[in-house]
């Protein structure tokens, strides 16, 4: 018999080390990636929740025509009745999104007044642009 008939055929463990190391290596490098990615669709999901709950929010105004104020601080934002702080008629919990403390009115119209909102990630601020339903931009 000679060397090479009698050995088996299949992966030496020197090979299979070298390539955990080449799969691990890649993995490290496209991980932080692949989770930043998944960090910045939360945020663009939150604001788009946060655009859709502010349009709720003009449109209960108009509905009730009373002017109310949205309240945003931290993760949370609040609709109450202008003048009626204590009576909250909508509030969202948010998880990505910090807000410093602002308040956006709105008139009895449903309409703004105020052209944009401010939110905090990572100690940068970007702003979301407030747009009423009957406006177009």
Sequence with gaps: MSA????SKGFTLIELIVVLVIMGTLLSLVGPLAVRNVDKMNVRTEEMQFRNWLEKV????????????????GRLASANIKGDQGNIVDEIQFSSLFFQPQF????KNGFYGKS???YQIG???????????GEFK
């Design 58 to 73: 003009s449109y209960t105004a108009f509905n009730r025509g009373q002017p109310l104020v949205v309240s945003l601080e």
């Design 4 to 7: 090479s008939s009698s050995r």
């Design 123 to 133: 100690g940068e601020s970007y702003p979301i642009e407030l747009v009423s339903s």
């Design 116 to 118: 944009q909102a401010i």
């Design 104 to 107: 956006i009115g709105l008139n």
